[in-house]
């Protein structure tokens, strides 16, 4: 099993970056992918998910309105598209498989061994 992230970079504030998590060992229609970040000082934070049964997707505060993250089945990928980028984003970028709901007004994430090596993203202005 291995999830490779890539599209990390460094950009500026207000500008926009695709990242991709590509998966192999893993079916998308098995386990749910969620992307997480962790910037540099702080805690590992949760930041999307896109559930395996019917491809429902949560958000995290920090990400809801400007970011979006989907699949595509048949290149077993799973994407985040962040626009308006800012300081705050920046942040190592992990993707990783497990399962993802809602319990009451909160997303949640069961997050398996699976996990990327991680993309860097930074953002500058």
């Known amino acids: 099993v291995q999830l490779a992230e890539s599209g990390g970079g460094l950009v500026q504030a207000g500008e926009s970056l695709k990242l991709s998590c590509v998966i192999s060992?893993?079916?998308?229609?098995?386990?749910?992918i969620g992307w997480f970040r962790q910037a540099a000082g702080k805690g590992r934070e949760g930041v999307s998910c896109?559930?395996?049964?019917?491809?429902?997707?949560f958000y995290g505060d920090s990400a809801k309105g400007r970011f979006t993250i989907s699949r595509d089945a048949a290149k077993n990928t799973v994407y985040l598209q962040m626009n308006d980028l800012k300081g705050d984003d920046t942040a190592v970028y992990y993707c990783?498989?497990?399962?993802?709901?809602?319990?009451?007004?909160?997303?949640?994430?069961?997050?398996?061994?699976?996990w990327g090596q991680g993309t860097e993203v930074t953002v500058f202005s």
């Open positions: 990783a498989a497990g399962s993802c709901g809602q319990d009451g007004s909160n997303w949640y994430m069961l997050t398996s061994d699976y």
């Open positions: 060992g893993l079916s998308l229609d098995e386990h749910g």
């Open positions: 896109i559930s395996n049964s019917d491809g429902r997707t």
